[in-house]
């Protein structure tokens, strides 16, 4: 059974941090990209970063530009999302999510493998 668990997430004031992680098991992810989402009540699923396979190329939502930072383990099949300077709007679920491209991609779409979401909520 293929499954990406997300951990991390919590209660944070405004400025401060959070790392999630994400942790696959069942299959290797190690020629795929990955990335991370998030959604938070009435509002559609959003990009937030994505990691190519090699974890040499990255991709940010511009709303989270130079305060999140993705990584992957060597043996890619971890992966983490390194949260700065977070804001009240940051506040959703965060998912992992792993595509069979190794490619970065941006679409959740194209993305076949996610896990159950972890919460993130950033107090004023």
């Known amino acids: 059974q293929v499954r990406l668990v997300e951990s991390g997430g919590g209660l944070v004031q405004a400025g401060g941090s959070l790392r999630l992680s994400c942790v696959a098991s069942?299959?290797?992810?190690?020629?795929?990209?990955m990335g991370w989402f998030r959604q938070s009540p009435g509002k559609e699923r959003e990009f937030v970063a994505a990691i190519s396979w090699t974890g040499r190329t990255t991709n940010y939502a511009d709303s989270v530009k130079g305060r999140f930072t993705i990584s992957r383990g060597y043996d890619k099949n971890t992966m983490s999302l390194q949260m700065n300077s977070l804001k009240p709007e940051d506040t959703a679920v965060y998912y992992c999510?792993?595509?069979?491209?190794?490619?970065?991609?941006?679409?959740?779409?194209?993305?076949?493998?996610w896990g159950q979401g972890t919460q993130v909520t950033v107090s004023s």
């Open positions: 999510a792993a595509a069979d491209s190794g490619v970065v991609v941006i679409s959740p779409a194209e993305y076949g493998y």
């Open positions: 069942g299959r290797t992810f190690s020629t795929s990209s």
